[in-house]
């Protein structure tokens, strides 16, 4: 069993001059090299839930464990500020919070933040923009010079330079073409597969089938589904209630089972594996 | 960043002064600022005074809540009555060091000073808390349209005004994400000396204003794309309209006019 990047226990947040909680009474845990994705409406805390795991804003009953450090109601300002030594959080469009003269200096902010020394600085901005897929040379560009997908990588590797063992990403493919998308997702997922925690809030539901191992939907400031992708998808009384759609691979799936298709499994996540279910059906029917 | 009441917001209650039209408010407001200049004695200040807090009483908005709209100002109007007390000369002479020295005049004259800004803030504060925006960029739009006469591009300067008044909150809120980013990435706003802290500044403000010109062009192209002609006559889709209590509220404020001219000759 694998330990846990985070706990959360009873956690309730309400934003300032507000009546109503934005979180009520949220306790989930996220297991160490987990892909969770968080899906739910807009204004249905999902935003609020992440800035709490980064210590942005502390909760106002409850108790989080992020990373072996506890926060609750009465963590002082700088005991908040050590999440963000293991914790890195990517905005929605990044690229619009850019502000160094060089692509070098941007990168470089949040490991100089953290007080590393300049050689570290230097080895872990070179490595980020190896992870992000930019050259080297990109370095002492000016970052408003670049294209909209250069910056939205040079804003991810930012924060990837910080070494994060947490990833949050808030809707990191909004904005982005198809072939931008799926390139950030395959780095997303290259990130996990080494011993990076991802936390992905997302409204793409193609992207919970294809890349998550635990999914969280949220809906009024409240946790409706703790589980699986595929336990998820099953569910479409569920689903319907929190508006969310279904991936298509598992849309097909469903509506050939409606009509007769003896498909043995009826959540396949990708298309590749929908195809796989049709061959089987269909071998299985030549022969009977 | 926090909710607390920002100097100039507008406060959603009910009151006769959030119905009244703005444009009789905005005139209201300026002609008390100019009053506030033939303020001379006790008396006259006074009675300004209460037509002031007479205002306050009909806006609905708890004066503890014009108070925390005015505390981040105070500080400045501290300074300057410092240094009006400090620097000004004349009368009799209670203490001196160097050439700061503290008289009879300067202290008369901050005084004075004092009480005007904590009266034109209030009164301009009442303005806002009980009028939206738009309705005193639309009242200015009507002050100004005389100017027209003498070729003074009212439409284009309301339309500036306009905009500009819209995008607080939304620049306001873009601050709030821009910090939250910035903080994410381990920059503590609360530590370090004036120098660190000014220098923590760069990384929101690069950003607030990339956007902003981003957003600007955003505009012009979509104003331009449907048909935006600076120079072409414009409609309103709010219209302004006089009503009874508007011209009640006129004959408030010549009773206060009048009212001070009366003090003024008689005492």
Redesign the interface.
């Known amino acids: 069993m694998a330990k846990s990047a985070v706990t959360i226990k009873d956690l309730h947040y309400k ?3 507000t009546t109503s909680e934005a979180l009520s009474d949220i306790s989930l845990t996220i297991k160490e090299q987990e892909f969770v994705a968080i899906v739910g409406q807009t204004g249905s805390g999902k935003s609020t839930l992440v ?1 709490l795991i ?1 210590g ?1 804003i502390k909760p106002e009953k409850g108790d989080l464990n992020v990373a072996g450090l506890k926060i609750n109601a009465t963590t002082k ?2 005991d908040l ?1 050590k999440v ?2 293991r ?3 990517v ?1 929605q469009f ?1 690229e ?5 003269e060089t692509v070098e200096e941007d990168i470089a ?2 490991p100089r ?2 007080g590393w020394t300049a050689g570290q600085i230097k080895k872990s901005v070179d490595d980020a923009l190896k992870m992000v897929g930019l050259p080297v040379a990109l370095k002492t560009h000016s970052p ?1 010079a670049l294209s909209g997908g250069q910056m939205r990588r040079v804003a991810i590797a ?2 990837l330079a ?1 070494k994060p063992q947490i990833l949050i990403l808030d809707e990191p493919t909004a904005g982005l073409d198809t072939q931008a998308t799926n390139e950030l997702l395959k780095l997303i997922k290259q990130l996990n597969n080494k011993a990076t925690t991802v936390i992905m809030v997302t409204h793409q539901m193609e992207q919970v089938a294809r890349y998550a191992d635990h999914v969280i939907a949220m809906s009024e400031g409240k946790v409706i589904a703790d589980t699986t992708p595929r336990h998820l998808f099953s569910d479409s009384q569920q689903l319907a209630k929190l508006s969310l759609t279904l991936p298509i691979s598992v849309d097909i799936a469903q509506f050939l089972r409606k009509h007769d298709a003896k498909l043995e499994n009826t959540e396949p996540l990708t298309l590749d594996s929908l195809a796989d279910e049709i061959v089987k059906a269909m071998r299985s029917k030549e022969n009977e | 960043m ?2 607390k009441i920002v100097f100039g917001s507008y406060v959603p209650v009910k009151s006769i002064l959030h119905r009244l039209d703005p444009r009789i408010k905005l005139i209201m407001c300026i002609v008390y600022v100019i009053l506030i200049f033939f303020v001379n004695d006790w008396l006259t200040a006074l009675w300004l005074l209460a037509a002031l807090f007479l205002a306050i009483k009909l806006s609905n908005v708890a004066l503890k809540q014009y108070w925390q709209g005015i505390k981040p100002l105070f500080l400045i109007i501290l300074i300057t009555v410092a240094f009006q007390i400090l620097f000004s000369s004349g009368g009799k002479m209670y203490w001196h060091w160097g050439i700061m020295a503290i008289t009879q005049d300067g202290l008369i004259n901050s005084l004075i000073i004092l009480y005007r800004f904590i009266i034109i803030i209030t009164a301009s504060t009442v303005l806002t808390a009980t009028t939206q925006t738009f309705q005193i960029a639309d009242a200015l739009a009507w002050l100004m349209k005389p100017l027209k006469v003498v070729k003074v591009p009212v439409n284009q300067i309301t339309l500036m005004l306009s905009i500009a008044l819209r995008f607080v909150p939304t620049i306001m809120d873009e601050t709030t ?2 910090m ?9 706003f ?2 370090g000396n004036i120098l660190t802290r000014i220098q923590h500044l ?2 929101i403000l ?2 607030l204003f ?2 902003s010109f981003k957003r600007a062009e955003e505009l012009a192209t979509a104003m331009e794309a449907r048909g935006y002609d600076p120079n072409a006559p414009r409609t309103h889709y709010r219209q302004l309209t006089w009503h009874t209590y508007d011209i009640w509220a006129a004959l408030g404020l010549g009773i206060v006019i009048i009212g001070l001219l009366w003090i003024r000759i008689i005492f």
């Open positions: 934003y300032p001059n800035s980064d942005l300002a700088e500020s963000h030594h914790v890195g959080f905005f990044p619009q919070q850019l502000f160094a902010f949040g933040n953290l408003f930012g924060v910080m | 926090n909710n994400k821009i939250k980013a910035q903080r994410a990435r381990g920059i503590n609360n530590s760069v990384p690069i950003p990339v956007n």
